[in-house]
């Protein structure tokens, strides 16, 4: 499979971008657990993920973290990006959570087509409003749901995305996902051992009772 | 001023462009208190403000609140036209927080012309950028400031922007734009006052220190 095929778009630019661009493409294996962007170091330019998956995350000074969206295959992230528009004021981390093989997409040559091309900023515009959804979701969810719900969701986002009910999944990577100190996800997974919905073994989750927990997570 | 003044990039529409928006603006004044936009009722368009300024929040099934972004003089609002893109799957409410006067674009116009406009459609790309980058600052807030400082800087941001020391402002009005409880503002604004830094009268809050609660939100 080619390049063109995971661009949406791809047609509906002109020859001489479509050149520019495939022209301009990097292809990279990233092993799980690379980090491939650093808030902190300029921009790596956007990522386009062929398969295999991403995570965008940010820390704290103290280097908690949380995660703010999941790129999987055919995902594109813009904020790996972030120079290309000056509006963009935060900084993500980006690293692979599974082998990923992806494009990069060079900045300059992204934001040159993007200025002349209105389908170009027009998809932009629809991926950076899909990643605003997944942020503003995650708004409510630590405003308004309380985190034994968050962690039962979590649990059963996982599993779909594994294929399995047995999670390969410490506590602490739970913690860095949600935001939340250890222990604290430590208390709440034994909570749910206790009611029947998961078997806790070391750096593992086996949900028990995904249907309990389906409901743990609507209530 | 002309709604020309207003649109920062006026002169990068062609000519056809130009008469379409100008054909299909709507003037509009709105009372301070008046809901402009109501998450779930659809499209009411985009936002240009005038004079005035605008508050963008979302609400718990609950009831609760949190802002979520401010708009001022010059600000456009993208998210009360969210039908403009299908990307966009979550609903703000937009209120007037002091008498507003603002045009409203129509949606079909504006994405019309963005489909075919680049520069239309860079410019709606750095709007969103700064709205992503405003909610990002408030997750950050959320997730690693306590409250006391989160408290702290929204009176400090209220007295630059009404311009004095003194504000006109419920506890329950705090709470609304902080997402906590009402309970919770109280205890903390009386600790404030304990500590000299404020002095609470009946829907009053006058800052009596500024610089140590400029310290309380920086520590």
């Known amino acids: 499979m ?11 630019l002109n020859p001489e971008h479509q050149k520019q661009l495939l022209g301009s493409l990097v292809t990279r294996k990233a092993e799980k657990g690379t980090i491939l962007h650093n808030g902190s170091i300029d921009c790596t330019g956007l990522l386009l993920v062929k398969s295999g998956q991403l995570r965008a995350y940010i820390l704290s000074e103290e280097g908690r973290e949380i995660t703010i969206y999941r790129l999987f295959d055919r995902d594109m992230c813009l904020f790996s990006a972030s120079c290309m528009m000056r509006s963009i004021q935060f900084e993500v981390t980006i690293a692979a959570e599974k082998d990923t093989d992806l494009w990069i997409l060079p900045v300059e040559i992204y934001q040159n087509i993007m200025a002349e091309s209105a389908p170009l900023a027009n998809y932009t515009n629809e991926i950076m409003a899909s990643r605003f959804s997944d942020v503003m979701w995650l708004i409510e969810q630590i405003m308004w749901k309380s985190l034994d719900r968050r962690i039962a969701a979590f649990l059963l986002e996982e599993a779909a995305i594994e294929g399995t009910d047995t999670l390969k999944i410490t506590h602490e990577i739970i913690a860095n996902h949600l935001g939340s100190p250890r222990e604290v996800i430590t208390r709440m997974l034994r909570y749910f051992q206790n009611e029947g919905m998961v ?5 593992t989750v086996e949900i028990t009772d995904a249907e309990k927990l389906e409901k743990a997570c609507e209530k």
Chains 1, 2 share one sequence.
């Open 199 to 203: 078997r806790l073994s070391r750096g």
């Open 2 to 12: 080619e390049f063109q095929n995971y661009f949406p778009i791809w047609n509906k």
